[in-house]
């Protein structure tokens, strides 16, 4: 049985597909027509999950759609009756409406089905159920508290949970128009990056910072003891009816969030250009001091609402591997599950199993804790490509064909362990925002001067902007002061303090580190990479950032050629092939 997973006309959309409740494919959109964090019908994205599934959308049993236009509607009347002289806004909700409402349409005429046929098999699901089932429905929990916070979905923010015996039950939600998800975002504006998803570069200024700014924090946003809170409604733009973010034609354009009741609370908005100062990394410091404050008070009465240590944490919010890392010492969560994807292009997962699990009663097969469910390409695929994009005149560019993966691991260890910068494309891409050892650039962690290399030279970056570093299953307890698996990248921890010195490149400002934790099981040649790393410096880390530059992670051997050509790195990995350039001397 097949069942098709859908964000659409929403940021990051994507696709996925399930046979008899396991996962096939999961997709996002921006991966294949290069746009980051694209909005909107994501027929790319179905078309490689059918064609990875071997199936045409008539042998789809159900779609599901991680959104209900439908859902919340007396809340909404209330607030356009409220609301009545911002026809833009009415305008613009009931367009969208349309457009979600109207998806068979969309998809009978891109794939040529018919549309009574597609009108019977589609599912519409609240934006936070989704969120719930792509969590809970994987972990492998039987009984879990689940909450998923993000800025908004049909018409919700936040919402906790129960999940028992394959059923998720609603306990509490937190509707427009208070978000954590909009406060950190019209921070995030107001610090002066203003695209959509710079939240975590804030994330990563705030170390640098003090937070000595609380109060103004707790203005914006109070919690109520009871798993809820309020914003401020003078300091946020979204509440007059009147903001109108962009979901047209690529990736999502918001305007300023901030009202100019902020800038009174927390001063001037940092102009385009303007240098960050540490007044900016001081407000930074606490809004990610107040953010972790409501979070902790939410989990708390989560955890005395399900009375179970096991926790599935989902959407937008999620995203946050700071506060994620400090779970452990804010709550008595004991087991943490935090999907690949937890963001609305997660929802897609989500949808299909909402419906897999609860509307037809079935079991979803638990997630093997590996994120690599994208698009792959043989080493066949990739020789072909690079005969006719290379030639056999490769100029600057030496090619050597490696048949024994262990003895490619070692050389490409000893190239990491000599300074040098790798491309790393293996295998299928990973699920999520972030490359975890299939489309990753690699480097030594060991090295002073590797941050400011790959942030000026490859990635061309904010300089404050840390990079993570991928470690051994069996090396976290050495390095680190928590000895946690984290396979997705979504927890930040200290690093220990005696071995913070010996790894520059990978220990942030405040001692701390993105940890990704990597078993052999679950991939085993970048295990062996690294394991192989570590028989040449002792050392069982390398450091891991997404292969791109500026745009979406690379998905096909073509970009990431592209990609090595135009950058400063050393050395491409692609399957068994590895391009490297010639040494100038």
């Known amino acids: 049985m097949l069942t098709l997973g859908i964000n659409a006309y929403h940021g990051d959309s994507a696709a996925a597909i399930l046979r008899d409740g396991k996962i096939v494919m999961a997709v996002e959109e921006e991966r294949f027509n290069r746009t980051k964090h694209w909005a909107g019908f994501p027929k790319l994205a179905i078309e490689a999950c059918l064609k990875h599934a071997g199936a045409k959308l008539e042998d789809v049993e159900y779609i599901a759609v991680n959104r209900n236009p439908n859902a919340q509607m007396l809340r909404k009347a209330m607030f356009v009756m409220g609301n009545l002289s911002s026809w833009r806004f009415i305008a613009d909700r009931l367009a969208n409406r349309g457009k979600v409402l109207g998806l068979e349409e969309q998809l009978a005429e891109a794939f040529g089905v018919d549309l009574e046929t597609l009108k019977g098999k589609m599912q519409r699901v609240e934006h936070h159920l989704a969120h719930c089932a792509s969590a809970y429905h994987f972990s492998g929990y039987k009984n879990a508290a689940v909450l998923s916070v993000d800025a908004f979905g049909d018409w919700t923010s936040t919402m906790l949970a129960h999940g028992r015996d394959g059923k998720i039950e609603d306990l509490k939600r937190v509707f427009f128009p208070h978000s954590l998800g909009v406060v950190y975002s019209a921070v995030t504006q107001l610090l002066g990056f203003p695209h959509y998803g710079d939240e975590y570069k804030v994330m990563g200024l705030a170390p640098y910072g003090t937070p000595n700014v609380m109060e103004p924090m707790r203005e914006l946003v109070s919690d109520d003891g009871d798993g809820g809170f309020h914003i401020n409604e003078s300091c946020f733009m979204h509440v007059s009816g009147k903001w109108q973010p962009d979901w047209e034609g690529g990736s999502p354009t918001l305007p300023d969030l901030f009202s100019p009741k902020m800038e009174e609370l927390l001063g001037p908005a940092r102009k385009k250009g303007e240098e960050l100062t ?26 005395k609402r399900t009375g179970t240590t096991d926790l599935c944490l989902v959407g937008g919010c999620s995203m946050n591997s700071v506060a994620n890392g400090k779970i452990l010492e804010l709550s008595p969560f004991r087991e943490i599950y935090v999907p690949p994807q937890p963001g609305d292009a997660g929802g897609a997962i989500g949808a299909a199993a909402h419906v897999y699990a609860e509307v037809l009663g079935k079991q979803c097969e638990t997630n093997p804790r590996h994120a690599f469910l994208g698009p792959g390409y043989d080493d066949d695929y990739i020789a072909k490509m690079l005969a006719e994009k290379m030639g056999s005149d490769n100029g600057e560019i030496v090619h050597e064909v490696y048949d024994d993966d262990a003895a490619m691991c070692r050389a490409i260890a000893e190239e990491i362990s000599q300074g040098k910068v790798i491309g790393w494309f293996q295998g299928r891409m990973e699920w999520g925002p972030r490359a975890l050892g299939n489309r990753s650039i690699l480097a030594d962690p060991r090295r002073a001067d590797m941050k400011d290399i790959l942030n000026l030279k490859i990635k061309r970056r904010e300089s404050f902007r840390p990079f993570a570093p991928s470690v051994l299953r069996s090396g976290v307890d050495e390095y680190f002061e928590t000895d946690y698996e984290v396979p997705f990248m979504s927890m930040v921890f200290q690093i220990r303090e005696e071995k913070r010195e010996g790894l520059p490149a990978v220990t942030h400002v405040n001692g701390s580190g993105r940890l990704q934790s990597v078993d052999q099981e679950d991939n085993p040649l970048y295990w062996k990479l690294i394991d192989s790393f570590r028989e040449i410096t002792g050392v069982p ?19 990431a050629l592209d990609c090595f050509l135009r950058t400063k790195m050393d050395t491409l990995a692609l399957g068994c092939h590895v391009l490297r350039r010639k040494d100038e001397s």
């Open 278 to 303: 540490q007044r900016h990394m001081d407000i930074a410091a606490s809004l990610q001091a107040r953010y972790e404050e409501v979070f902790a008070s939410i989990l708390n009465v989560l955890h």
């Open 541 to 559: 880390m390398i450091l891991n950032t997404s292969f791109n530059e500026n745009e979406p992670i690379v998905c096909r051997p073509e970009e």
